[in-house]
């Protein structure tokens, strides 16, 4: 659920990017010079470190409608001095003002083999698995506000363990409002209901907020999100509320040209009322139950060539349960989960923006509770596709 989110921003950002590229180039091709700006534009080029004479140029443009323009000044002050905090606003500014409407779709479906999806329940029966998630963003400006919208629908189908066959659909929405320099913040209202063991697993509503930046190339962003939660009466969980706050850090060319970097730390509290005595998935899903959650993924993607992206990656996480005790030495139940993977993928393989993915991962859960312990061995291989599905692919336009 949530990887599937991540990979969504890190490739919408770069759609982001170049779409604002492109769009700041049509700007200020159908507009001309004035000669106040020719003016400052040559005192710059006498003086290209003149913090001062770029901040005025970039705002005489800015106002003049000369938006890339205004937009390579902005980056220039930041250059010089990445602490500039009106270079930082302007920035900001004029890339949300540039930005196009954008809707992006990224959708992955295939299969997977797992070695023990009972995790610690018996029998211990591997089998193979159907996967398959769509996650969608959109960003567009309505009545001068700009809008944003995400969503992810996904799920397991068990073939031998059909009890656990699992589906989530969920959505948040809210503007993108200027917060400070070179930050914007979404605040963001949403919910999500699940499937479970042939019936309605849980709903939930839920508010966000988050501040998030695209500065130097690096991504930035910090969720803080409280949300209800009511379970089926069938289950064994009931209800309540959960807090989390999320980190991610997108870092390009961290180990040369080619190498991304992203990092992802988070702190969870729980007070869902009942036991966490049912399988979800361990890795993707939040358990029920009442625990304070600290945990961390580290992912390093690799270039090896334009055919091949080497993934690497490694998620943690402790987990301390208030009301969950061990029979045995009557202590309240504390889990260590730590999934070690590894991905390769084919970039374009079937079709521009559509790739083959193969994932690993091993999930080891070591708690204090030795009837909670076990290991999971997952492999999965998948076609990911990312396309806007407002527009119509090219083949259709074709007679």
């Known amino acids: 659920f949530f990887r599937c989110r991540f990979i969504a921003v ?17 700007v200020d091709a159908a507009a001309g010079s004035s000669p106040s700006l020719d003016a400052l534009y040559a005192q710059i080029l006498a003086h290209p470190g003149n913090i001062e004479l770029n901040l005025r140029f970039a705002d005489l443009a800015e106002h003049s409608g000369y938006l890339r323009w205004a937009l390579s000044a902005y980056e220039r002050v ?26 992006l779709l990224t959708v992955q479906l295939g299969s997977q083999y797992e070695s023990a999806p009972h ?83 849980y709903g939930e509503g839920a508010v966000s907020g988050t501040l998030d930046s695209l500065a130097g190339g690096i991504y930035r962003a910090f969720t803080v999100r409280g949300a209800y939660r009511s379970y089926a009466t069938f289950f064994p969980s009931n209800e309540g509320p959960y807090v989390e706050a999320r980190a991610k850090v997108a870092v390009p060319n961290a180990f040369g040209s080619g190498a991304v970097v992203m990092l992802s730390p988070w702190v969870l509290w729980s007070n869902i009322s009942g036991n966490a005595n ?64 590894i991905s390769f993928t084919f970039p374009n393989l079937f079709a521009y923006q559509t790739d083959l993915r193969f994932d690993y991962h091993y999930i080891y859960d070591h708690s204090n509770d030795p009837t909670k312990r076990f290991n999971d061995h997952v ?7 990312r396309f806007d599905p407002t527009t119509a692919p090219a083949w259709a336009s074709k007679p």
Request: proline share 5%.
């Open 10 to 26: 890190a490739t919408y950002l770069l759609a982001v990017m170049a779409l604002v590229t492109a769009t700041s180039s049509r």
């Open 78 to 103: 930041v250059l010089l001095d990445p602490n500039n905090s009106e270079g930082l606003a302007g920035l900001t500014r004029v890339r949300r003002q540039l930005q196009p409407n954008t809707t």
């Open 119 to 201: 995790y610690y329940l018996k029998p211990l029966r591997p089998e193979w698995e159907a996967v398959g998630s769509a996650a969608l963003l959109d960003e567009r400006t309505i009545n001068g506000v700009r809008w944003r919208t995400d969503g992810v629908l996904g799920g397991v189908v068990h073939t031998r363990n059909s009890e656990l066959s699992y589906g989530v659909v969920g959505a948040d929405t809210g503007p993108v409002l200027d917060a400070f320099p070179g930050w914007a913040f979404h605040p963001a209202i949403g919910g999500s209901a699940s499937y479970f063991d042939h019936r309605f697993y």
């Open 278 to 341: 049912v399988v979800v998935p361990t890795i993707t899903e939040l358990q029920p139950g009442a625990y304070t959650e600290v945990g961390g993924r580290i992912d390093i993607l690799k270039s090896l060539t334009n055919w091949l992206v080497l993934g690497l990656n490694f998620q943690a996480m402790s987990r301390n349960y208030r009301t969950d005790l061990v029979l045995i030495t009557n202590e309240r139940r504390h889990d260590i989960i730590t999934s070690p993977g």
């Open 379 to 385: 492999a999965m291989a998948s076609v990911v596709a």
